[in-house]
């Protein structure tokens, strides 16, 4: 059975991965790992405390555990990246150094999480392909593009196999994302569940790509498992679902809570570095290289949000309705 490490297992992507990574490979074999130990509680199973900008720790912990694969998912991300461009370096450029000489020197393999946000406005923004330059204007997506080209390296220079997608805008129920630009979406969902009304940072015609976190889990997972053979593509391929606006969101979120209401109150922040990115990426190469095909569209995603904050309403149904746009 395989073994994984998974680090920065308590964030967005981490939560619902490592359910997904215990159910294939089974609960032993997936050591979640995390720089704050409330990740521990909330995703059970074996758990150890670790900071990737520490080389040492994270090699102790891999010559330990021994994985077969380590998915690397600690990182600022955009908006953050912007406030603190220096952590943003540290973490997301110096963690991945450092989890490439631990894969080398125990021979694991590594799963890197890059970005549309490794694109930037010197190229036209619709329909990018795999192969487009990147010239990023955001600390974040600086990070990101290197980390493509420095897993490239660690593949062509050492053999370690590395392989990535250029995730977009994630959206889930599970755990809160934290300091990206795509993540109004999920905050519109939150707060349609609490207040019904939502004030969104970006223009009501800010298109990006997004994707459905089972989508992604699944991505994460097949390209994993994919034959090396047919991996001409490895750091990173482009990979997305669904493309919306705020305003196309919030049509979809009303065809279920009639109620709901998205207001507009741009932040400059924000909406530059949504202006920097693509509205649409291409991701043909990963569906004729890999297999990859999304499953949730606007409509699909937005029924499944929905119908999980009715969930969680009712679960809290012995308190006072605190949804009053979520009918139980
Ligand atoms: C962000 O908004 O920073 C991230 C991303 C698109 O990589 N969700």
């Known amino acids: 059975m395989k073994r994984t490490l998974v680090i920065g297992a308590g964030g967005q992507v981490g939560t619902e991965l490592v359910v997904a990574l215990r159910a294939l490979y089974g609960q032993e074999n997936v050591l979640a790992t995390d720089l704050s130990t409330d990740a521990a509680a909330t995703l059970g199973g074996p758990f150890a405390p670790l900071d990737c900008t520490d080389g040492e720790a994270l090699l102790a912990a891999v010559r330990r555990f021994r994985p077969h694969t380590v998915f690397h998912l600690a990182a600022l991300l955009s908006v953050t990246g912007e406030q603190r461009p220096r952590l943003a370096y540290r973490v997301n450029l110096g963690g991945l150094v450092n989890v490439l000489e631990a894969a080398r020197s125990e021979r694991s393999a590594v799963f890197f999480p890059s970005s549309i946000a490794s694109f930037g406005p010197s190229i036209p923004l619709d329909r990018v392909p795999q192969e487009a330059a990147q010239r990023p204007v955001t600390m974040y997506g600086i990070t990101k593009a290197a980390g ?8 062509l220079r050492f053999g370690v196999d ?11 129920h599970v755990a809160e ?6 993540d109004y979406a999920v905050d519109a969902f939150r707060e349609a569940g609490g207040r019904g009304a939502y004030t969104c940072p970006l223009r009501p015609d800010t298109q990006l790509d997004m994707m459905y976190m089972p989508d992604a889990v699944r991505a994460v997972i097949e390209l994993m498992e994919a034959d090396p053979r047919r ?9 997305t679902a669904m493309q919306f606006t705020p305003r196309m969101l919030a049509a979809e979120m009303r065809r279920h809570l009639p109620h709901f209401r998205m207001d507009y109150r741009v932040d400059p922040l924000r909406q530059g570095i949504a202006d920097s990115w693509p509205r649409r990426i291409d ?26 904050l009715r969930r969680r309403a009712s679960a809290s ?9 979520v009918p139980r």
């Open 231 to 239: 991996l001409a593509h490895r750091n990173a391929y482009n990979i």
């Open 148 to 155: 493509e080209m420095i897993c490239d390296f660690y593949h």
């Open 177 to 182: 994302p934290g300091g990206g630009t795509t």
């Open 317 to 325: 149904s012995d308190a006072p309705n605190p949804h009053p746009t």
């Open 162 to 172: 590395t392989r990535g997608v250029r995730f977009p805008g994630l959206i889930s």
């Open 283 to 308: 991701d043909s190469v990963a569906r004729e290289e890999w297999g990859w095909k999304p499953e949730y569209d606007l409509a699909a995603m937005t029924a499944e949000m929905v119908a999980n």
